[in-house]
């Protein structure tokens, strides 16, 4: 007797950058219905330490069991996972961060939207699931990222708890590797500089990277830079590199091109020079 069909959703990215008529890089598969055995028995491989993921014996694309999630921690990593056959695909989409993120597509392409991610799609909207968005700071960063790439809003419930987040002290639990694995993916979108005015806004820009929010305020000389505003000026420089099409490095450098005017006995000189500039 052959085995019972697979229950199998794809989530996440893939449904979402489809619906918005982008190129669709990867899939990410939701398995419903099944167990760590029954899928290696089918001849997937097994490749998950933190929760049960395999690799397709074919196509070689990660399946995923729906699986939720208990924070037992501070952190990105301060979680438990619990994964079985009872765990619907409606509970799975719920830990997910934004509802653009969480629309599901089976196989013969319908749409499962239980939380609205089609409507915030249409109005370019950010929006977390539910409060358990604020048990990850990881989340603050990739809502900084998908404005950077979307050029979508903030739901104001959102911002709220990303600010929440941010004065709880959680966004401090943040490593410097995760940190510098979205900041670098986040310079390499359009519009790079909304990375930085996102994590700003709510807080965070002060805690993850200080230097630069120091920047802000500081006054430029005004004949040279209309802008005046020191971070002003690196955004917009940031900015021009994204439209260049630089790499990485480039972009880098052009963020921090202005840091020490932000944290050393530059400020006081430029406020100084400003002064003399106006009078």
Partial sequence: ???TPLRVYCVGGAVRDKLLGLRVQDHDWVVVGSTPE??????????????????HPETHEEYALARTERKVAQGYKGFTVYAAPGVTLEQDLLRRD????AIAQDADGNLIDPYGGQADLKAGVLRHVSDAFAEDPVRILRAARFVARF???IAPETLLLMRAMVDSGEVDALVAE???Q???????EM?????FMTLRECGALKRILPEMDAMFGVPQPPQY???IDCGIHAMLVLDDTAKQGFSLEVRFAALGHDLGKGNTSCRATSAMRYAAWIC
Avoid: C, Y
Wanted: positive net charge; charged residues 15%.
């Fill in 225 to 227: 830079h209309p802008e």
């Fill in 1 to 3: 007797m052959s085995p």
């Fill in 98 to 101: 934004f509802t653009i993120n």
């Fill in 151 to 153: 050029g979508f809003s």
């Fill in 182 to 188: 979205e900041l670098a993916r986040g310079l390499m």
């Fill in 178 to 180: 995760r940190v510098w």
């Fill in 38 to 55: 029954q899928m290696v028995a089918r001849g997937f491989k097994p490749v998950g330490s933190d929760f049960p993921v395999f690799l």
């Fill in 191 to 195: 519009h790079p500089s909304r990375f």
